[in-house]
């Protein structure tokens, strides 16, 4: 009772400083973890995700913050972000006992996601290391949780090859999260994990013929989408597969080329549709000057998944060449409030309020960009 009265202090506390704060774009980590911990404790936990993840983003060494961006994430039960930011987060730092933590809750995670037998492997991994003594609850606590996960798997009963299948889409949709967070490194290690286990993963493979035909390789794209089977009621491999095909379509003649998208927007209404998938057809849609089928593409992503805020500057671009300045303004502006990091958006920002005779305000967002991108 008295830990509860001291959540709901720190929550009331925390409100309060919000309640004179300015917009999330130009919050502190501090402030932007606080939005996570009153959206979470009101109950809404897409909001606190969004605001968790603009922490970690602003304080990328801040274990607190990647910590609390799990805790979120696992309120949604999005148990491949959490495997990746905890991988991520244990390959950042040189702290054995930080190691061992996120390397657990990274275990925990593929053992849900289905990546069940190297989920154990991490678990036993973290019971074999000397720093596994601090974790929560210590090593007696964690060895049980080892014995229940076992026997888990055991009463599952699955047949090696299919609890290979269901390891290797695991281990893709965590490379999907790598990728969502521009972690190179994450994702192809990710990626190989699942071709290890099944060699024609179409997921992984189509992730392969895109980073090909994004390297200038269509002949490799096409070996790999080749080798991509997508079964008819798997509809994320099946969307992945039409984007990549489309993709590796030649700009030229252009109505091949839009043909070719057709069959993507047909996945964006279909069941298994990826905010990825959207994601991507909608800055491939852009590139042909087609905005407003990219705008469409924009708005399915964040419908799919309403915490796809990187959907959101591709919207405010496609809105903007529309000649919907209101739309556009609205978008860049949500999109700065989820990563305000982004000296791109704040020059999009300094052309739309350019635009609106707000010089003042363009500058500024100039100013503001011109500082982030000598950070880089």
Do not use: N
Not at 112 to 132: K, M, N, Y
Not at 170 to 199: C, F, N, Q
Not at 360 to 367: D, I, P, R, S, Y
């Amino acid at each position: 009772r008295a830990s509860a009265r001291t959540r709901t202090e720190a929550t009331a506390r925390a409100a309060g400083v919000l309640a004179h704060a300015g917009p999330p774009r130009d919050d502190t980590p501090g402030l932007a973890r606080a939005r996570a911990h009153v959206a979470l404790a009101g109950g809404d936990p897409t909001a606190a995700l969004i605001h968790a993840r603009r922490a970690a983003l602003l304080a990328p060494d801040d274990r607190h913050a990647a910590i609390f961006r799990l805790r979120c994430a696992g309120a949604l039960e999005r148990h491949a972000e959490v495997a990746a930011v905890a991988e991520r987060t244990a390959r950042g730092t040189a702290d054995a006992a930080t190691q061992v933590r996120f390397a657990a809750l990274e275990g925990e995670a593929l053992f849900t996601l289905g990546a069940r037998e190297d989920g154990l492997a991490r678990l036993e991994a973290v019971l074999a290391s000397p720093a596994g003594a601090s974790l929560p609850g210590g090593p007696s606590a964690q060895r049980r949780r080892l014995t229940e996960l076992k026997e888990a798997l055991a009463r599952a009963g699955e047949a090696p090859p299919a609890l290979a299948r269901r390891a290797a889409r695991a281990w893709a949709l965590v490379a999907l999260e790598h990728a969502r967070d521009d972690d190179g490194p994450g994702g192809v290690a990710a990626t190989d994990r699942a071709l290890a286990l099944e060699p024609d993963e179409p997921v992984a493979r189509v992730l392969l013929a895109m980073r090909s035909t994004a390297a200038g390789d269509p002949a490799g794209a096409r070996e790999h989408l080749a080798r991509a089977r997508a079964p008819g009621a798997d509809g994320l491999a099946a969307g992945c597969l039409a984007l990549a095909q489309a993709s590796a379509t030649p700009p030229e003649p252009r109505a091949a080329r839009l043909a070719a998208f057709a069959p993507v927007e047909a996945h964006l209404t279909a069941p298994g549709a990826d905010p990825v998938v959207a994601l991507s057809a909608a800055a491939a849609l852009v590139a042909m000057d087609e905005f407003e089928r990219a705008a469409t593409a924009a708005e399915v992503a964040r419908r799919l998944d309403p915490t796809f805020t990187a959907a959101l500057p591709l919207e405010a671009f496609a809105r903007a060449r529309l000649g919907d300045a209101e739309g556009a303004l609205a978008a860049v502006h949500a999109a700065l409030d989820a990563d305000p990091l982004a000296p791109q958006a704040w020059r999009f920002l300094a052309d739309l309020l350019r635009g609106r005779d707000d010089h003042a305000g363009a500058l500024a967002a100039l100013a503001r960009a011109e500082a982030l991108a000598g950070q880089r």
